[in-house]
């Protein structure tokens, strides 16, 4: 219980004051604090559902919403809207380049490859050739040095076999040993072998231009090679040689519009429309003036 004063009236009466004593009963509870906004209170428990297992015969996968994903328009290609790796998109625009400009005729001559079948012949030829892997030079040299260490004759040396590295191949050009030479259309740079044409001609040396250079590099165990050559087969097999060499010479040896014949220079299609379109229109007023004329 509290006893509180508190002026309920004030009764002036002269020089009177009278104040009148309250007395109230409260207990603290009955005054409660609004709760502040944002106060943290006591969360229930949520009970968490314990994970569910894939199953492996219907696994989810999502789908993708983007340009070539799980929703695509029926019966369109969309090979356009790829984004193709950087060497795809480079190779091509090379190749286009090639086609738009004009290509000088030392350059030209390696688009003009011998053909499927012919190269088919001329791989097979070349395969009884190959040259000794690092393995089986190793287990030869072995062989040899036992047998000279024993006092008996040495195993004799393969006698042909293909020849390979642009150095090597340029040398046994220019002493005129090499029978056959093959180069690859597609080295990179093409520098590389630009000149070599030029040199077998001037030394009277076949040579045949191939695709590709990873094919003449399994003939002689390594990734690419550039040029290769033979400097002479076995007797069973000179016949075959010789019809490659008459080839060689009829088809890039003295084949004079290959050194001649400029490449390049073909148009886009939409060009192609316009240049045409442009030349109908010509011919048209052509036509119109030479009407006028006759009448």
Not at 6 to 20: D, E, K, M, Q
Not at 24 to 30: A, D, I, M, Q
Not at 56 to 63: D, G
């Amino acid at each position: 219980v509290f006893n509180t004063t508190i002026p309920f009236c004030s009764l002036i009466s002269g020089h009177n004051t009278y104040t009148a004593v309250v007395t109230s009963t409260f207990s603290p509870s009955v005054f409660t604090m609004a709760p502040k906004k944002g106060s943290k209170t006591a969360k229930k428990a949520v009970p968490t559902k314990a994970p569910t297992k894939a199953d492996p015969l219907f696994p989810s996968r999502p789908r993708s919403f983007n340009v070539g994903g799980a929703i695509r328009p029926a019966g369109r290609d969309l090979s356009r809207f790829v984004r193709w790796p950087k060497y795809v998109r480079i190779q091509r625009q090379r190749a286009v380049l090639y086609q738009r400009l004009k290509v000088p005729p030392s350059i030209n001559q390696f688009t003009k490859a011998i053909g499927k079948n012919e190269a088919a012949s001329v791989f097979n030829l070349l395969n009884k050739y190959r040259p000794e892997t690092a393995a089986a030079k190793k287990q030869r040299i072995k062989e040899t040095a036992a047998a000279v260490a024993a006092g008996k004759e040495a195993p004799a040396k393969v006698p042909h076999q293909i020849k390979f590295g642009l150095k090597h191949v340029t040398t046994l050009i220019e002493e005129k040993k090499a029978q056959l030479v093959l180069i690859a259309c597609d080295v990179d740079p093409i520098e590389l072998v630009l000149w070599l044409p030029a040199l077998c001609r001037k030394m009277d040396v076949p040579f045949l231009i191939v695709k590709d250079k990873a094919r003449l590099g399994t003939l002689v165990h390594q990734k690419t090679a550039a040029a290769v050559c033979l400097t002479g087969v076995n007797k069973e097999d000179e016949s075959q040689l010789k019809i490659f060499r008459d080839l060689g010479i009829e088809k890039f040896n003295k084949n004079n519009e290959l050194v001649r014949k400029w490449g390049g220079g073909i148009m886009g299609l939409k060009t192609q429309a316009k240049l045409d379109k442009r030349a109908k229109a010509i011919a048209a007023e052509e036509a119109k003036k030479a009407a006028s004329l006759r009448a």
